[in-house]
């Protein structure tokens, strides 16, 4: 096996997926979070399901440039998120799947705790970027509480993946106003999500502008 | 939307999941593991990737039953393992890469952390399941301790994703003669990790007899 030093993997890696997009054009603001993604997935099916709203990469890292906080759907994708990072913007990330409060209130509501923990972020962190990697039922509740003026999320990572209402929540989060990013489609998942967020956090690091 | 109730979507995907495999016969032991993976990425890529070495699935759910622990090389699939059934079972997951004395053996050795992590779980948990979802140099370094005779793993899933040593790091450990499920190729990520090492707990609930 040819020694690749640790130090140049990562580089090396990123130099393969440029070689294998090949001519194809991508977006250049677009381009590191496409990148990153197939990285973290060995995926090049993100070439073509990454969705993009207009301006939706400045307007998520405006919101962690400025100390947004990131409210996610699973503790798997809030542990992926480069915290170290985060910190050095005043940024946390929380997730409150497994918070008592919110079996409590799925249970008496019927409906999920991805739902649920949708309305207690709502309720402390409406402006929030929102990186849902795994439940479509927090896609949907967002869209709700979009709808309802009740939340104005800095940015929508919308990336759940699945069989079941997956495809559906994705294409409402789209058809809201809020800027977001999407993985159309069935795929996606807790590391999609981290990766995404991770890539702005080098973009904000590398000294992006848009 | 179609609602489908909170309940009912597991058990419906898995059944879209079912309906697109048709008519490829899956080893019934094995089937469990690759249809949970398509589940977590909705990939189906994996009913070609996933490997398994002779009675790996028996070895896998067998040493978990026994209170096998579970090494990993990352906290996202640590998060990602179902940890109340792991409990049930007087299991648990350890992922060391973050540890200081892992940090200082990598930079002294000019090794990576996740290299180092293994050399820290060779000596405390060498009979766990080793759980690798990241990291090529964790799994190279599995080998070579396999092949010094430093370490017996009950189980090795080796699933990281990525283009530089991935591919050539599963092929090695295919090489030795411990019991593993591998997904070859580049795909794999701690989110299969998580995924495999799950599927395994919950054949077990069921009463999986090999």
Known sequence: MELVLPKDIESRS?????REIGDRRLDPICKPIIMRTIHTTADFDYLENLCFSDGAVKSLTDALKGGADIV???????SGINKKMLAELGCEVHCFMSDEDVREAAEKNGTTRASASMDKAAGLYGGAVFAIGNAPTALVRLYELINE???NPAAVIGVPVGFVNVVQSKEMIMKTSVPYIVARGRKGGSNVAAAICNA???????????
């Open 72 to 78: 996610t759907d699973t503790q798997m994708a809030k």
């Open 14 to 18: 990123f130099e393969i997926i440029e």
């Open 149 to 151: 003026e009740k939340i």
């Open 200 to 210: 702005a956090l080098y973009m904000i690091r590398d000294g992006f502008k848009a």
